[in-house]
């Protein structure tokens, strides 16, 4: 979703990406501590919480970024209903970091909600 702003002449487009981009990583690093999964699992569980336009093009760099960090493991294994599937668990690594995540994403909320909830 996209919204129209004006900035001086021209019109700006405010985009929901671009705010989600920031906590999107945190969220799907939730979802894999919740248990062993794979990505159209994750995918599938986002849309449960109405992440509804998110893609395999979005989620995979996320995984690989995780990866990469250290917060994330993964390992390939059978599928019931075709090719082997990457599943992703988290770490101790990781278990600390999605902590941390979410004591700045609440620390931030409400700093802005006190903000933005009074207009």
Avoid: H
Avoid at 16 to 39: F, M, P, S
Avoid at 61 to 72: A, H, M, N, Q, S
Avoid at 99 to 109: A, E, G, L, M, N
């Amino acid at each position: 979703m996209a919204w129209l702003y004006k900035e001086g002449s021209e019109n700006r487009i405010v985009n929901e990406r671009q705010l989600l981009k920031g906590i999107l990583e945190g969220c799907v690093l939730a979802i894999i501590a919740r248990g062993e999964t794979y990505g159209y699992d994750i995918i599938i569980k986002l849309e449960e919480y109405s992440f509804a336009d998110i893609q395999d093009g979005t989620l995979y760099p996320i995984l690989t970024r995780l990866e990469k960090k250290g917060l994330i493991d993964c390992r390939i294994g059978k599928s019931p209903l075709g090719p082997k599937r990457k599943y992703y668990s988290i770490n101790a690594e990781g278990e600390q970091y999605l902590t941390q995540f979410i004591d700045v994403y609440k620390s931030i909320t409400k700093r802005a909600d006190s903000i933005l909830l009074q207009v």
